[in-house]
C-alpha cells in the first residue's frame, strides 16, 4: 500500500466512518462524529440498527459459506471490524477466497487488516467503486482471486441506498450477470416503509453532509433480485433474516433495513 500519501478528507463526513462510529469504532473524526450524532437524534436506536446490520452480513456470508460457496466478493466494505467477512467464511471453509471493494482511502489504508485471513485461503483488496462495476470486473486483484467460472456470493451490504436514481440497478445488474450460476446475492438496503419520520431525519442528515442516499421500497429492492432465487424468508426487516438462536430475539420494529439473499439458479 505504498505510493503517494492518501487523502482522507477528514473534514468532510464519510459513510463507512459514519458506520464505524456507529460500531463504537475508532476510525473516524470530528466531521463523522457529528453526522452520526444527527443520525442518532433521527434514530435514536442507530447503534442497534448498524450492529443488526453487521449481524446480517455475518448470517448471510456464513449461510453462503455452509451452500458450499468458496469465494466472496464484498463492495462497499468499511472499515475493518472483527470479525470481517472472510473470518466468517474461512470458519467454515478455510481455503475460501474474498476480495474486498470500496471507495474510502481510509478503509485502503486499513486494507492490510482485511487480508490477514488463513493459509489456505486468499484475501484482496480493490478500491473501486459500486457504480464503475467494469472497473472491479477488470482488476487485477479479482480476476487474480476469484474464478469466474464457479459460483460466487456477492456482497452489498448498507451500499446501495448511497446511489440515487435507477443507474444502480444497471451497475448491480452488471456484477450479477459476470458472476457463475448458483451464485448468490446478499443485500441489506436503507428503507422508508418501516420507520418513516426517522428514516426522512436520517436521509436529511446525510445529504446536509453532501453524502447521497435513496431510501426504496420493499417493491423497489426486490428489483435487484430479478431473475434470482429468493432464499427463505425472502425480503424482511434485516432482524428475521434468519437470526441465529444465540442472538438476542429481536423484537425492535424499527430498524428500517430490508435484507435478502437470492441465488442465481442453473442457466442464468
Same mark, same amino acid.
Given at each position: 500500500?505504498?505510493?503517494?500519501?492518501?487523502?482522507?478528507?477528514?473534514?468532510?463526513?464519510?459513510?463507512?466512518?459514519?458506520?464505524?462510529?456507529?460500531?463504537?469504532?475508532?476510525?473516524?473524526?470530528?466531521? #463523522?462524529?457529528?453526522?452520526?450524532?444527527?443520525?442518532?437524534?433521527?434514530?435514536?436506536?442507530?447503534? $442497534?440498527?448498524?450492529?443488526?446490520?453487521?449481524?446480517?452480513?455475518?448470517?448471510?456470508?456464513?449461510?453462503? *459459506?455452509?451452500?458450499?460457496?468458496? +469465494?466472496?466478493?464484498?463492495?462497499?466494505?468499511?472499515?475493518?471490524?472483527? /470479525?470481517?467477512?472472510?473470518?466468517?467464511? +474461512?470458519?467454515?471453509?478455510? !481455503?475460501?477466497?474474498?476480495?474486498?471493494?470500496?471507495?474510502? /482511502?481510509?478503509? @485502503?489504508?486499513?486494507?492490510?487488516? =482485511?487480508?490477514?485471513?488463513?493459509?489456505?485461503?486468499?484475501?484482496?483488496?480493490?478500491?473501486?467503486? =459500486?457504480?464503475?462495476? #467494469?472497473?472491479?470486473?477488470?482488476?487485477?486483484?479479482?480476476?487474480?482471486?476469484?474464478?469466474?467460472?464457479?459460483?460466487?456470493? =456477492?456482497?452489498?451490504?448498507?451500499?446501495?441506498?448511497?446511489?440515487?436514481?435507477?443507474?444502480?440497478?444497471?451497475?448491480?445488474? *452488471?456484477? @450479477?450477470?459476470?458472476?457463475?450460476?448458483?451464485?448468490?446475492?446478499?443485500?441489506?438496503?436503507?428503507?422508508?416503509?418501516?420507520?418513516?419520520?426517522?428514516?426522512?431525519? &436520517?436521509?436529511?442528515?446525510?445529504? +446536509?453532509?453532501?453524502?447521497?442516499? +435513496?431510501?426504496?421500497?420493499?417493491?423497489?429492492?426486490? $428489483?435487484?433480485? &430479478?431473475?434470482?432465487? @429468493?432464499?427463505?424468508?425472502?425480503?424482511?426487516?434485516?432482524?428475521?433474516?434468519?437470526?441465529?438462536?444465540?442472538?438476542? !430475539?429481536?423484537?425492535?420494529?424499527?430498524? /428500517?433495513?430490508?435484507? !435478502?439473499?437470492?441465488?442465481? /439458479?442453473?442457466?442464468?
Amino acid at each position: 500500500m505504498s505510493g503517494s500519501p492518501l487523502d482522507l478528507r477528514t473534514d468532510k463526513p464519510h459513510s463507512a466512518r459514519i458506520y464505524d462510529y456507529l460500531l463504537g469504532g475508532k476510525d473516524n473524526y470530528p466531521a #463523522d462524529q457529528e453526522a452520526a450524532a444527527k443520525v442518532e437524534q433521527a434514530v435514536p436506536n442507530a447503534r $442497534r440498527v448498524a450492529r443488526a446490520n453487521r449481524e446480517f452480513m455475518h448470517r448471510a456470508a456464513r449461510f453462503a *459459506a455452509l451452500e458450499g460457496i468458496g +469465494q466472496f466478493l464484498d463492495i462497499g466494505t468499511g472499515i475493518p471490524t472483527e /470479525p470481517n467477512l472472510h473470518q466468517v467464511v +474461512q470458519e467454515v471453509n478455510p !481455503a475460501a477466497r474474498v476480495v474486498y471493494v470500496d471507495n474510502d /482511502p481510509l478503509v @485502503l489504508a486499513h486494507a492490510r487488516a =482485511l487480508m490477514t485471513g488463513t493459509a489456505e485461503g486468499r484475501t484482496s483488496y480493490i478500491s473501486a467503486d =459500486l457504480t464503475d462495476p #467494469d472497473s472491479i470486473l477488470s482488476a487485477p486483484a479479482l480476476t487474480e482471486t476469484l474464478d469466474p467460472d464457479i459460483p460466487t456470493a =456477492l456482497s452489498l451490504i448498507a451500499i446501495a441506498h448511497f446511489v440515487a436514481g435507477d443507474a444502480i440497478y444497471d451497475a448491480v445488474g *452488471a456484477l @450479477l450477470a459476470s458472476l457463475a450460476p448458483g451464485s448468490y446475492l446478499s443485500m441489506t438496503h436503507l428503507t422508508a416503509e418501516i420507520d418513516p419520520e426517522g428514516v426522512a431525519g &436520517t436521509v436529511a442528515t446525510y445529504t +446536509q453532509s453532501g453524502i447521497e442516499m +435513496q431510501p426504496r421500497s420493499r417493491t423497489e429492492v426486490e $428489483r435487484f433480485f &430479478t431473475g434470482l432465487e @429468493l432464499v427463505e424468508p425472502g425480503i424482511v426487516p434485516l432482524h428475521r433474516w434468519r437470526p441465529r438462536m444465540e442472538q438476542p !430475539a429481536a423484537h425492535d420494529h424499527t430498524l /428500517p433495513l430490508y435484507a !435478502a439473499v437470492g441465488r442465481k /439458479p442453473p442457466g442464468r
